[in-house]
């Protein structure tokens, strides 16, 4: 389905030799966008998220300018991306560069998920 108000389709950021089950049970990554209101660099970071297309992730937009301490924070900043908690990218992001993130992100929560289980 496409239109104004649709996701993208999305696609795993890694899938070769993982079966559908697998690829199910994969982490998923939460991504925080921190944003304004007319800020053309954050619009740009916002697409080049999209167009990763990365299906393992939570994307949760924050305007800088709703909260005191966050605009304190980022204001001179937007767009600050955290990919699990990590700030990883500040003032641009490139699509390949971020899906190579959260690739990264999921393999430390599987990692970590494995030495629970040991």
Known sequence: QSGPNRTPAVRPAFCFGIDGAALRSLPMVEVVLYTRQNCSLCDRAKAAILEARVAEMRL??????????????????????????????????????????????ISRKASDAASIGE
Do not use: S
């Not at 300018?65 to 605009?71: I, K, L, N, S, V």
């Not at 600050?80 to 500040?90: A, N």
């Not at 003032?91 to 993130?101: G, L, Q, R, S, Y």
């Open 60 to 105: 949760k937009e924050i305007d800088i300018d709703g909260d005191p301490a966050t605009h304190d924070l980022y204001t001179d900043h937007v767009p600050v991306i955290f990919v699990d908690g990590r700030e990883t990218f500040r003032h641009f992001v490139h699509p390949e560069e971020f899906a190579e993130a959260v690739r990264r992100a």
